[in-house]
T-cell receptor, first 113, second 113 residues
Framework: GEQVEQRPPHLSVPEGDSAVIICTYT??????FYWYKQEPGAGLQLLMS?????DRKEEQGLTVLLNKKDKQLSLNLTAAHPGDSAVYFC????????????FGTGTRLQVLP | EAAVTQSPRNKVTVTGGNVTLSCRQT?????MYWYRQDTGHGLRLIHY???????QIGDVPDGYKATRTTQEDFFLLLELASPSQTSLYFC????????????FGEGSRLIVV
């Protein structure tokens, strides 16, 4: 079945710097891609979702890049601030005929003031 | 605003004990899921359901039963709890056709001693 590797597991950046998280998936039929954020003591909340026909999507200081050739998905937080400190998860779904979502292993991001 | 409520939020039980985790969603979503979150593994799907009376097996189902009694309620049952089931459990719901965004509860932390 689908496997998703996520790196790095931990990331510390100074405030104002960018932070990049990368996921690699295995199934070339994967069609839907998600980034979730988990704040301490809370469930996951969706940051962004992209369909496989999108290579790049930007929203509110976040950039998602999709490289289907290398089966790689990345999240770039530009000008990170302490409020961005959280655990980030990528997730993928194979196609429209399944609701099964597979998650990456998570990245704990710390933004240092 | 989507709402997924889990109970109990914290539970300690003994090995061999019987535990039921409850989840209620008020989103009118068809799909509900149970995940477990463990360091180094991210979120792993235990069971999911696309409606009352339906149950689908996830990726790590061993030792778990689940039951969807109504569209709103999804229960996870551990009939003979083991220490390996010590984890943080998340329930989520989604509506197919809207990008399958998962809406998560706040989690139930289970410790099996």
């Amino acid at each position: 079945g689908e496997q998703v590797e996520q790196r790095p597991p931990h990331l510390s950046v100074p405030e104002g710097d960018s932070a990049v998280i990368i996921c690699t998936y295995t199934d070339s039929a994967t069609a839907y891609f998600y980034w979730y954020k988990q704040e301490p003591g809370a469930g996951l909340q969706l940051l962004m979702s992209v369909f496989s026909n999108v290579d790049r999507k930007e929203e509110q200081g976040l950039t998602v890049l999709l490289n289907k050739k290398d089966k790689q998905l990345s999240l770039n937080l530009t000008a990170a601030h302490p409020g961005d400190s959280a655990v980030y998860f990528c997730a993928v779904r194979r196609s429209s005929n399944t609701n099964k979502v597979v998650f990456g292993t998570g990245t704990r991001l710390q933004v240092l003031p | 605003e989507a709402a997924v409520t889990q109970s109990p939020r914290n539970k300690v039980t003994v090995t061999g004990g019987n535990v039921t985790l409850s989840c209620r969603q008020t989103n009118s979503h068809n799909y509900m899921y149970w995940y477990r979150q463990d360091t180094g593994h991210g979120l792993r799907l235990i069971h999911y359901s696309y409606g009352a009376g339906n149950l689908q097996i996830g990726d790590v189902p061993d030792g778990y039963k689940a039951t969807r009694t109504t569209q709103e309620d999804f229960f996870l049952l551990l009939e003979l709890a083991s220490p390996s089931q010590t984890s943080l459990y998340f329930c989520a719901s989604s509506e197919r056709g809207r990008g399958n965004t998962l809406y998560f509860g706040e989690g139930s932390r289970l410790i099996v001693v």
